[in-house]
């Protein structure tokens, strides 16, 4: 559990460092914000699946707003918290089953959810990179060893 928490530490830190860049942008781009918005509407959907009830209705791609996403990383900050509080070793290869957007039924262990949701935010984080080193902007420095350094 000790690397989970510190992998939810980095997600969170990644989060905000993405959110205070794209406040600070003049130029924004409609796209990565709404990258940045899918990174988070996706963690809500996974706590909601982790907490045991329905997630098929919640939205996953929805237009980005930066005041929305700075709602969402704190929402979902305390949420992953909490959980993560909740969480032991042993728990981690339990099943939990949910649906998905799509109406399709699965079982997937609390340890490959918790590690499915930091490795989705990094895959996009580093497409928001990409796009913000399109736009002229310099790309931000989310390296784990950065954070942890």
């Given at each position: 559990?000790?690397?989970i928490?510190?992998?939810?530490?980095h997600?969170n830190?990644?989060?905000?460092?993405?959110?205070?860049t794209?406040q600070?942008v003049?130029?924004e781009?409609?796209?990565?914000?709404?990258?940045?918005a899918?990174?988070?509407?996706?963690?809500q959907?996974w706590?909601?699946?982790?907490e045991?009830?329905?997630?098929?209705?919640?939205?996953?791609?929805?237009?980005?707003d930066?005041?929305v996403?700075?709602?969402?990383?704190?929402q979902?900050?305390?949420?992953?918290?909490?959980?993560?509080?909740?969480?032991t070793?042993t728990?981690?290869d339990?099943?939990?089953?949910?649906?998905?957007?799509?109406?399709?039924?699965?079982?997937?262990?609390?340890?490959?959810?918790l590690t499915?949701?930091?490795?989705?935010?990094?895959?996009?984080?580093?497409?928001i990179n990409s796009?913000?080193r399109i736009?002229?902007?310099e790309?931000?420095?989310?390296d784990?060893?950065?954070?942890?350094?």
């Amino acid at each position: 559990m000790k690397t989970i928490h510190k992998m939810y530490e980095h997600l969170n830190w990644a989060n905000q460092r993405i959110l205070e860049t794209l406040q600070n942008v003049e130029d924004e781009n409609q796209q990565t914000k709404n990258l940045f918005a899918h990174i988070l509407y996706a963690e809500q959907v996974w706590i909601t699946r982790l907490e045991g009830a329905d997630s098929s209705q919640l939205p996953i791609w929805l237009e980005g707003d930066i005041a929305v996403c700075a709602r969402l990383i704190k929402q979902n900050e305390e949420k992953f918290k909490t959980l993560l509080s909740e969480i032991t070793n042993t728990d981690l290869d339990h099943l939990k089953s949910y649906t998905n957007s799509k109406g399709l039924e699965f079982k997937s262990s609390i340890r490959d959810i918790l590690t499915h949701v930091v490795l989705h935010g990094q895959y996009h984080r580093g497409q928001i990179n990409s796009r913000l080193r399109i736009d002229g902007i310099e790309p931000i420095n989310l390296d784990f060893i950065t954070f942890v350094r």
